[in-house]
């Protein structure tokens, strides 16, 4: 695989991760995700006050890669 195509890939993936998250985190109970929480604590992939799902990290990457992609695009 190219890595531009590889690029595009990953883009798309997260995207559709950030969306499989959101619809997942819309049905749940608050006590359900307060569990859910806890175990991404305790797994080490969130921290305390960071927010159960880092939607703000994630949104964050994939404005950085849509900016990086429209930008290949763009260039001759």
Request: aromatic share 6%.
């Amino acid at each position: 695989m190219q890595v531009k195509k590889f690029d595009e890939a990953l883009f798309y993936e997260l995207g559709l991760a950030h969306l499989i998250i959101a619809h997942a985190h819309s049905i749940m109970s608050v006590e359900q995700r307060i569990a859910w929480a806890n175990i991404n604590e305790r797994a080490g992939v969130v921290c305390r006050g960071e927010g159960t799902t880092r939607i703000h990290e994630r949104v964050h990457v994939l404005h950085v890669a849509a900016v990086e992609l429209d930008r290949r695009v763009a260039q001759p």
